[in-house]
């Protein structure tokens, strides 16, 4: 079996893409899950889980933010190595 630094470069930063993919995914069903109970919630009369709600929705967002940074950067970098490899 392959160690992971056996691998390609691209192939380690396709695996590292995928599963930060992955988890903004998983986030944002988090977010809109979050979002639905809420504003359910709020609609309810009850007015003390809004802020509360609002703040881990910012998390949220700034977690997925990161995460597409991450992502951002790793993709140009792969790029970058391909390139200067001449090909694959």
């Known amino acids: 079996m392959a160690k992971p630094t056996d691998l390609p470069p691209q192939?380690?930063?396709l695996?590292?893409?995928?599963g930060a993919m992955s988890l903004?995914?998983?986030?944002?069903?988090?977010q809109v899950w979050l979002l639905s109970a809420t504003l359910e919630s709020?609609?309810?009369g009850n007015l003390s889980t809004a802020i509360p709600?609002?703040?881990f929705s910012g998390v949220i967002?700034?977690?997925?933010?990161?995460l597409y940074a991450f992502v951002d950067r790793l993709d140009l970098e792969v790029r970058n190595r391909r390139n200067e490899g001449g090909g694959l």
């Open 15 to 18: 695996t590292a893409i995928s």
């Open 53 to 55: 709600a609002a703040v």
């Open 24 to 30: 903004i995914a998983v986030l944002l069903i988090v």
């Open 11 to 13: 192939t380690r930063g």
């Open 61 to 66: 967002f700034f977690i997925c933010l990161g």
């Open 42 to 44: 709020f609609l309810a």
